[in-house]
């Protein structure tokens, strides 16, 4: 629903000679009115590190001109899809709950992700076999003991799973329940949504999911 930049190195001309090679930025992804209101409590923070072939003017050791005004050099404009590497640090939830009403697919890993959303009535609709997974939404450098996944919708063919390594590994989670961790990293809660083999898309899907846990 749009992106509120808190704070960002690269801030204007006069100072880009003072600046490093990187940046953080803070992303709130709920849209409350006219402004980007984190109101549900999630708070994404990025860090993103300019590659050696971004030219930024004056700046100590990105001045250098790439060889194409004919090269394969970057300029400010392109930093969001070109010449940046980004690692998300942190995911951080109000009173640990995570919340989705799938008003778009931001917290969505759509590589990972078959299942179908519905954008005109804010859906995941799910076939036979078909599967839902998350990205990272939960992620505060800590480990996590316990999740409870509470789904909306109808759900009776959809099994729950969680990740609490990043996605890596998925234990099975029972909806509506407290599912224990015994084995936890410290590199983010994901959750997955698999159908049974019965299935269908006219039958089976979630309006939203809550996912609350303890660190």
């Known amino acids: 629903m749009g992106e509120t930049i808190i704070g960002d190195l690269v ?7 003072r600046q490093f090679l990187g940046y953080t930025k803070l992303i709130s992804t709920r849209r409350i009115g006219v402004e980007n209101i984190n109101i549900r409590g999630i708070t994404k923070i990025q860090s993103k590190a300019l ?3 971004v030219f930024i003017l004056s700046h ?9 005004i004919g090269g394969t050099g970057y300029y400010l ?5 070109d010449g940046v590497t980004t690692s998300t640090v ?8 995570f919340i989705d009403r799938f008003e778009n697919t931001n917290w969505v890993d759509t590589v990972n992700t078959t299942a179908d959303y519905t954008s005109y009535d804010d859906k995941i609709v799910f076939s036979a076999d078909e599967e839902l997974q998350s990205s990272i ?7 996590y003991t316990s999740v ?11 099994n729950a799973y969680i990740s609490s ?17 015994t084995s936890s990293t410290i590199t983010g809660l994901v959750y997955k949504v698999i159908a049974s083999s019965t299935a269908s898309s006219s039958n089976d899907y979630l309006t939203d999911i809550e996912v609350s846990y303890v660190e």
């Open 11 to 17: 801030k204007s001309q006069e100072n880009l000679n």
């Open 51 to 53: 590659s050696s072939s």
């Open 60 to 68: 100590i050791t990105q001045s250098v001109m790439p060889s194409s």
């Open 77 to 81: 404009t392109e930093l969001e899809s």
């Open 90 to 97: 942190r995911v951080l939830n109000n009173n640990n709950l």
């Open 137 to 143: 939404i939960a992620l505060n450098n800590t480990a």
């Open 148 to 158: 409870n996944l509470t789904p909306q919708g109808e759900y009776d063919n959809l």
């Open 165 to 181: 390594d990043g996605g890596n590994s998925f234990i099975s989670a029972d909806w509506n329940n407290i599912t224990s961790i």
